[in-house]
């Protein structure tokens, strides 16, 4: 067990080193002018986020740690990355769905689009979605109460931000109890557009610990430079 742990805190802190990196370069390089250019006044690249925190679900296991560690995520954003952030936290399905498509909505070509979610994640035919506080214990609901996160992350790439990170903290077992694979389906970030980036809070197809990943990320995010 104390192996794993190691191993699990080592794999944590790749991921979040990789995504740190990504959003710190993406930050020098869309602000910087080029050689062939002069420097100009610009209006600087606004930075927003969303972050998804659920634990209380009606029917599903309950989480105990999703809407802490995504707190903690986003007091990390904006208190010392300087994000607009937008913070859903125990949503029901409709809503959910509604304040996510605000958020898209208010996204402008050029900025930085950073997204967190923690809580229960399934994939299903190769798909990966993300669960609401009502979502109940029927794969057949997937399509009309779920949020697919291609379709989440093609709407953003839509409104053409500079950048964009998603970060999947919620690599857990199928909480439907139906048989399938574990974990989150690979994506490829290159289905959506130039400056994305993908992480997962564990290796495609297996499960995460709880309350890892977002402990590192945020430590990263707090270190001077970041």
């Known amino acids: 067990r104390k192996h794993f742990l190691i191993v699990m805190k080592a794999k944590a802190k790749s991921f979040v080193t990789r995504s740190i990196i990504f959003l710190a370069v993406l930050a020098l390089s869309t602000n910087a002018p080029t050689q062939s250019e002069p420097a100009k006044s610009e209006t600087p690249t606004r930075r927003l986020a969303l972050v998804i925190g659920i634990n209380e679900y009606s029917e599903l296991p309950k989480l105990n740690q999703s809407v802490t560690d995504a707190w903690k995520v986003v007091d990390a954003l904006k208190d010392k990355a300087s994000f607009k952030v937008t913070a859903l936290m125990d949503k029901r399905s409709k809503s959910l769905k509604m304040e996510v498509e605000d958020f898209i909505d208010s996204i402008q070509p050029g900025d930085t689009v950073v997204i967190y979610y923690a809580g229960h994640g399934i994939q299903s035919q190769g798909r990966n979605y993300i669960l609401p506080s009502d979502f109940p214990r029927d794969s057949s609901k997937l ?26 903290d919620a690599c857990r077992n199928n909480p439907l109890g139906t048989a399938g694979p574990p974990g989150l389906a690979q994506m490829d970030p290159t289905a959506f557009g130039v400056g994305t980036r993908i992480e997962f809070a564990a290796a495609a197809g297996q499960v995460a610990r709880d309350g890892l990943f977002a402990k590192y990320f945020t430590l990263e995010l707090i270190k001077p430079g970041s």
């Open 143 to 168: 399509d009309s109460m779920a949020l697919p996160v291609d379709d989440l992350l093609q709407r953003v790439a839509s409104h053409s931000p500079a950048m964009k990170l998603l970060v999947m």
